[in-house]
């Protein structure tokens, strides 16, 4: 598949005619793919003892068709999968199909909301890491009030995402126990995520075993005029020790 004389069409049709013998594949990474080429590939690998997956779909990716989303269900529910990275355009509404239980341990997101996201952790789940890219995170008050089993999670990042604070301190309240948290994105109102003290008062009564907090926000290009006593009284949560 070196060959640079070689069309796209031509090096998958050599993947397909070949994948079928690779019944001993332990890591898969598809990037830029599309629904007929996910289905041909997925469909095979079935039985194989899969330890890890990362699925990334085309920018004009449609939505899956059924065959895809069950043969996707079956790999996401092998009993061997440990880690998923896994773009979830492909769904293309709230509503996924996803494992009542499942053995993966490090999971990453992209491009999900919270609703699609509280399908996922509502379920029985073994998640040691969880990494949320592109994050949409709106309409909580749509979204069922309860707890969720993720004493486990020893890690959680948001990435890329707009940063609101009522939702973030709602995640943190069912993550008592995670070590490292990371917030990387971006706000169009300072004060939603800087006002009355909510980071100080997150670390102070939610992350007792936190060891390491990154932090990351770009202001929306809407702010003209950054208020300086809010970054003030944000830099003021971090001069004392918790």
Do not use: C
Not at 39 to 68: A, C, G, V, W
Not at 214 to 225: A, G, V
């Amino acid at each position: 598949m070196s060959s640079i004389e070689q069309l796209p069409n031509e090096i998958i049709y050599r993947i397909f005619d070949n994948i079928n013998k690779l019944n001993r594949l332990k890591s898969l990474k598809l990037i830029q793919i599309n629904e007929n080429d996910l289905e041909n590939i997925l469909k095979h690998l079935i039985n194989d003892p899969l330890n890890s997956i990362e699925i990334e779909y085309r920018q004009y990716f449609t939505m899956l068709n059924q065959p895809t989303i069950l043969i996707l269900y079956q790999i996401l529910s092998k009993e061997t999968l440990r880690e998923v990275h896994l773009d979830m355009r492909s769904y293309q509404n709230d509503f996924i199909q996803w494992p009542q239980t499942s053995n993966i341990k490090y999971l990453t997101l992209i491009h999900s909301n919270l609703y699609q996201f509280v399908q996922i952790i509502e379920k029985s789940n073994k998640y040691k890491s969880v990494t949320l890219k592109n994050f949409t995170m709106k309409n909580l008050n749509k979204i069922p009030l309860k707890s969720f089993h993720l004493k486990q999670l020893k890690s959680f990042k948001i990435e890329d995402s707009e940063l609101i604070m009522e939702i973030i301190q709602w995640f943190i309240s069912f993550m008592s126990d995670i070590v490292y948290f990371k917030l990387d994105g971006f706000t169009n109102i300072i004060e939603n995520i800087f006002k009355n003290d909510q980071l100080e008062n997150l670390f102070e009564n939610k992350l007792n075993n936190l060891i390491t907090f990154q932090f990351f926000i770009r202001f929306s290009s809407n702010e003209t005029l950054i208020n300086n006593t809010i970054i003030d009284s944000f830099i003021q949560q971090f001069k004392k020790s918790y």
